[in-house]
């Protein structure tokens, strides 16, 4: 910007001083009969043709120093090393059928100085076909510990098992081909509603494509679209709403029909009514999966066939919703002021009334 800024004014004091110079010596010329009138003008066309390219070449130093800074950016991503790798004997397969997933005495901290333990003594157990969900405090640790089972980082002490055998020991493709993943920030790529759904298994037939978004609910509001399945999503999808995003996000991780299926709070921005239509077709396909499911909504983890409190990194309390309402203060607490809370408000307002 600085060469650009300097750059550009003095060229164009340089055509001007070119310009004066060239009617002051021409115009002598012409007057003493050395020259005509149209050989002036001529060479006045002449000069300005020469100039304007080198004006335009200033500009085109300023692009490319754009171009080479924005370079530098993307050659910085591509060549980070990712901090996880498969281990030099990691086997390409999966336990088979009947694994279940366990962790066992797990602690993370994030890398960095300073860092508190995000996690410590984790030990939870997931049978196959099974519904965990996952229940705690903003910050408590929860998106940490779900983020353990895809390993998106691993384990500081403690493992996290599949099937007995630590996920350190099986390669990564192996892994993430088993897991499906909603994120908590669910994230639409530019293309059509149909490339984003089939974006875990592109061969995957449109029946398939339509089973899925029909399990997430998702096939109703598509089909009102006035370009259905082949509507374009824009950038990081704003042409949709929040719960349209989330649950196009679950279809997408139904379509790769998952042995253990993750849902980051992926219901928040979706209605109670069709959450429960989602978690019905989900139970109604389940077979084998392990689904964890991290919810703020007591009225999302109440099916759960167990249910993990999380409180600071720990965890607080775990059973089936009929044992924590029993034993577990903490959960009794929550169960209060979400459900307990409501109905409290309801007999208020019916009083007054
Ligand atoms: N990438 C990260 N680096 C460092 N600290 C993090 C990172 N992600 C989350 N944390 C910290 O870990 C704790 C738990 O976060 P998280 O697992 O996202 O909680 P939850 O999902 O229960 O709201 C928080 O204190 C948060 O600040
Ligand atoms: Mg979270």
New binding site residues.
Partial sequence: MRFMSSMTPLLTLCVNIGMVLVIWAGGLQAINGELSLGQIVAFINYLISTMTPLIMMTQLSNTWAAGLASAKRVGEILDTEPAIRDAPHARPTLPGPGAGVGMDDVGFV?A?DG?EP?LSNITLEACPGETIAIL??????????INLIPRFYDVTTGRVTFGGADLREVTQDALFAAVGVVP?ESLLFSGTVRDNIRYGRPEASEAEVIAAARAAQADGFIQNLSQGYDTRVEERGSNFSGGQKQRIAIARALLVQPRILILDDSTSSVDVETETKIQDALEASNGERITFV?AQRISTVLKADKIVV?ERGRIAAQGTHRELLATSPIYQEIYDSQLGGGERLAAEAGAQA
């Fill in positions: 994030y960095g860092n995000v705690g405090a903003t910050g408590a640790g929860k998106s940490t510990l908590q991290v999380i």
